[in-house]
């Protein structure tokens, strides 16, 4: 079982607006970012900002969808084998060039003793 984080919330501090601006800005970069708020708050040392951001990776929707589509591709390239062959409009066939030719399969055959 895969451990995925959904989502994270992130809070920094900034001395001034300006500060709490450059972290939201950077944030902004980030295509996972879903929210941000900058607030104002003070204590008997003065004024600060806190800047609380939220992201969002991914839902447990789309982490499902996105195995199943794995799984569908798995499927669908699985290797065949054997003699690959094509089959001619009259329904006689031919064999893909570059592949064993009939002589040799023969002769394979009486080794699997």
């Known amino acids: ?3 995925k984080e959904l989502n994270s919330k ?3 501090y900034a001395d001034t ?3 709490a601006g450059g ?3 950077e944030a902004k970069d980030d295509v996972y970012l879903t ?3 900058i607030s104002e ?3 008997k040392y003065g004024t600060y900002f806190l800047v609380d951001l939220a992201f969002s990776y991914d ?3 789309e982490i499902m969808e996105s195995a199943a589509s794995r799984k569908e591709v798995e499927e669908v390239t699985e290797h065949h084998e054997g003699v690959e062959y094509s089959v001619n409009p009259d329904g006689t066939t031919e064999v893909v060039p570059g592949q064993l030719e009939m002589d ?3 002769a394979n055959e009486g080794d699997e003793e």
């Open 1 to 3: 079982m895969a451990v």
């Open 10 to 12: 992130e809070q920094h």
């Open 17 to 19: 607006r300006e500060e």
């Open 23 to 25: 972290i939201v800005e």
């Open 35 to 37: 929210s941000f708020k």
């Open 41 to 43: 708050k003070h204590n």
């Open 59 to 61: 839902t447990p929707r």
């Open 104 to 106: 040799e399969i023969n």
